[in-house]
């Protein structure tokens, strides 16, 4: 079965500064990932996915992450933060083919200070 | 094009009370799944219905239960409230036959039991 690591529970930048969240997978072939991102009280908002193809993926809100398969990790990264990007932040791994049970990280959750 | 709605938005129970909590996905989304998210646990996998029948499910008691409509609406119901059953629950849909795309969600349902 597949799993993720989120490693950092908080993490906290300044406004301007550059970001990256870091995510480890367990699985024994390519998965399918995700980063999800949520405000408080509300739904999870897709991010970015992999899937196949070019290992460095651009996302929404100016996110993208890259997929490192000698490391099995999937960073998510920001080069400049913006306050409203504070939220829970989740990575989520799905094995290929067929149905399957998706895993989500524990999330990060990210402060952006002024 | 509306996105996944859920309701009620809050809700207030009893311990040893039942709730059905309502789920209308994307229209043309065929595949609903469920999540509960607490802060000790995570995000954690409930079930999943396509097409009326459902394809996977999480390790959650017969307390939680679920089904399809043919528009696709969702219930899922909880019977015999406990405390620990206090959390936000998020509905997901797709327009996949697998899990294996993007899933938007609602905002979920904030349930407490008393």
């Known amino acids: 079965a597949q799993s993720v690591t989120q490693p950092d529970i908080h993490i906290t930048v300044s406004e301007g500064a550059s970001l990256e969240l870091r995510c480890n997978y367990s699985?024994?072939?390519?998965?399918?990932l995700f980063w999800y991102v949520q405000s408080p009280g509300q739904g999870l908002q897709l991010l970015l996915k992999?899937?196949?193809?070019?290992?460095l993926v651009q996302g929404i809100k100016g996110f993208e992450a890259e997929f490192k398969r000698s490391q099995s990790s999937f960073n998510l990264r920001k080069p400049s933060v913006h306050w409203s990007d504070a939220a829970e932040y989740f990575c989520a791994v799905g094995a290929r083919g067929g149905s399957y049970i998706p895993t989500f990280g524990r999330g990060t959750s990210l402060i952006v200070h002024p | 094009k509306a996105g996944v709605t859920q309701t009620p938005r809050y809700l207030i129970k009893t311990r040893g009370q039942q709730v059905t909590l309502s789920c209308s996905p994307i229209s043309g989304h065929r595949s609903v799944s469920w999540y509960q998210q607490t802060p000790g646990q995570g995000l954690q996998f409930l079930f999943e219905y396509f097409s009326e029948t459902q394809r996977n499910k999480g390790n959650f008691p017969g307390r939680f239960s679920g089904r399809q409509f043919s528009n696709s609406r969702s219930e899922m119901n909880v019977s015999t409230l406990e405390l620990g059953d206090s959390a936000l629950y998020l509905c997901?849909?797709?327009?996949?036959?697998?899990?294996?795309?993007?899933?938007?969600f609602g905002q979920g349902t904030r349930l407490t039991v008393v």
């Open positions: 992999y899937f196949s193809g070019d290992t």
């Open positions: 997901a849909s797709s327009p996949s036959h697998t899990l294996n795309t993007e899933a938007f």
């Open positions: 699985y024994g072939a390519t998965p399918y």
